[in-house]
């Protein structure tokens, strides 16, 4: 019996929209990104011209972009790792047979999660406030002076920093849990009789059975923590003296504010580049691990 | 260790984690409710001196509140309508419809997944454009309409609904339609939920593209809405926990109601297909 026709139709109206309004952009994107799209061509597309990888070339040549590129990339190298380590702890605390009210625990931890990052980006903005903020009151509790958290460029992306451990740390944090509660309790049984320690445990047995969920993580995040935007555009407005510019934000700013959409499109394509790059390594790197 | 201080670490551990977790939001709720200018005194109140609705108030009178909530409710409830139609019928064929070039395709789907969201906003605009579809609700609604994570959670799902079943029905005589709409739809039921919440929550939360593509005030939805106030309003941190408040409670809810559902997604959506 031929079910061609049926699987077609059912297909069809998803595959014409992530077709129409993604592949579509996507390679536009990158014809785009070789003109010089601009609010002239957006007037009249006889303003329109084909610049090869100009575009790319004067990005490579300008401060800004090396800049935006530095902080998103002081964000990753420095969020990454501090959110799974919250992350994989919590997870841990949960895990233990020790814990009580274990539901309600997982529920308050990932709570953030759920929340629209632009709210409780305010709401940190006022928590952040050098003089009425509730942040640097509690460290002038234990004696730390007041940090000028959004103000100083040098405490600003720290702040984002902090602010983006709260919001995300729960996603991985129910992953590795489910990882952890895969783990068959024998090996821990034979360990305990072999007169392992805990820290034995986690280093012996623990981390390497978790190993590829902490890769899966730890690629998942990375990609989704070299899209920053709404952070730095809530918290920070970018600032100050564009110590929080990131090149999403750059992005939207070379695109929306200034209109040189093709400028713009180059700076996506070279971030999605950086992206691929980047985990593609992480693959490699983690599966090469594994096999050793 | 002695058991009992083991205990008692543990414990204390994620007390203090959940606090720092919940803090900020209990936070947001109580200063929401103080009067103007109350909240920056020092040492910093905790909790109103007299709770008030005064900037709840003031929000809906003068803001345009309760117009970035009505917009945010209706363009997300569109998007979760359609794009639940549209994934689950994709899914369903990806899992059960044998057809040439079903695993190219898929495979073409999944590519789109490590591909970030931000690439297509530039062209997607212009192509918008024309048609109107800027500054329009569509504009968020139509791209959103299908998404590949949708379609492979689905697939993942869908893919435990016995062969023979699908066959016994189709030697009855039963059409494709017909076995989708009796047999397959009533047995997706738990991934439709959470897929909808998924989806549900996703729009309600997302910043990015709304903010490219709805350009009036009057279509803003509610991070918009908030984020725009955050700019005008910088001083008065009351107004906007009260506006915070607004965004977040309504997604709180709805995940608090169906957090099973929602955290069995996150873990299907995560595993490998």
């Known amino acids: ?292 | 260790m002695n058991p009992r201080i083991a205990k008692a670490l543990i414990n204390g551990l994620l007390i203090g984690a959940t606090i720092i977790a919940l803090f900020p939001l209990l936070w947001m709720l109580s200063v929401s409710l103080m009067y103007p200018g109350e909240a920056s005194a020092l040492p910093p109140p905790l909790l109103p001196t007299h709770a008030t609705l005064h900037n709840y108030r003031e929000l809906f009178a003068r803001a345009g509140m309760g117009r970035y909530l009505l917009n945010s409710l209706s363009v997300s409830a569109a998007i979760t309508v359609l794009s639940l139609a549209l994934n689950i019928m994709a899914g369903y064929a990806f899992a059960k419809l044998r057809f040439a070039g079903c695993n190219t395709l898929f495979k073409a789907v999944m590519g789109m997944l490590a591909i970030p969201a931000q690439v297509a906003m530039l062209p997607l605009f212009l192509m918008l454009k024309p048609i109107g579809l800027v500054n329009n609700y569509g504009g968020v609604i139509v791209p959103a309409m299908a998404s590949a994570f949708g379609i492979f959670l689905v697939r993942q799902y869908a893919r435990g609904i016995p062969d023979e079943l699908l066959e016994a029905a189709r030697i009855d005589g039963a059409g494709e339609l017909r076995i989708f709409a009796r047999i397959v739809l009533p047995l997706l039921k738990p991934i439709m939920v959470t897929l909808a919440i998924y989806t549900f929550l996703t729009a309600w939360n997302d910043f990015m593209w709304p903010l490219i593509v709805l350009t009036g005030q009057e279509h803003y939805t509610l991070p918009l809405g908030l984020a725009s106030l955050a700019r005008e309003h910088a001083q008065d941190a009351e107004l906007m926990m009260a506006g915070s408040v607004i965004t977040v409670v309504p997604v709180l809810v709805l995940f608090l109601a169906l957090q099973r559902y929602y955290l069995e997604g996150l873990l299907l959506g995560s595993v490998k297909g």
């Open chain 1, 1 to 292: 019996m031929n079910r061609q026709p049926a699987a077609w139709l059912f297909l069809a109206p998803a595959a014409i929209v992530l077709g129409v309004f993604f592949l579509v952009p996507v390679i536009g994107a990158l014809v785009l990104s070789l003109t010089d799209y601009d609010l002239y061509a957006l007037a009249d597309l006889h303003n329109l011209r084909f610049v090869a990888f100009d575009n790319y070339w004067a990005l490579l040549h300008r401060p800004l972009f090396w800049r935006a590129l530095w902080h998103t990339v002081y964000f990753v190298v420095v969020a990454v790792p501090l959110s799974i380590a919250v992350s994989l702890c919590t997870a841990l605390l949960l895990h233990s047979p020790l814990a009580r009210c274990k539901p309600f625990f997982r529920t308050a931890l990932f709570a953030p999660v759920v929340t629209t990052v632009v709210a409780v980006a305010v709401v940190w903005r006022y928590l952040f406030n050098t003089k009425y903020g509730l942040v640097n009151d509690m460290l002038g509790g234990i004696g730390i002076h007041p940090v000028d958290w959004l103000g100083d460029p040098h405490w600003a992306m720290p702040a984002i920093i902090l602010f983006a451990v709260w919001k995300n740390f729960g996603y991985n944090m129910i992953i590795l849990l489910a990882g952890l509660q895969a783990i068959p309790a024998d090996f821990y049984e034979a360990a305990r009789i072999d007169g392992a320690s805990a820290w034995q445990q986690f280093r012996h047995i623990t981390l390497p059975m978790l190993a590829p969920i902490l890769l899966m993580v730890g690629i998942l995040t990375v990609s989704g923590y070299f899209q920053l935007f709404a952070e730095p555009y809530v918290i920070t407005e970018g600032g100050p003296l564009e110590s929080t510019v990131s090149v999403l934000y750059l992005m939207y700013n070379e695109g929306f504010k200034w209109w040189n959409l093709g400028s713009a499109s180059a700076i996506a394509f070279l971030l999605f580049a950086i992206m691929f790059v980047v985990t593609a390594c992480m693959l490699r790197f983690g599966r090469r691990e594994s096999e050793a």
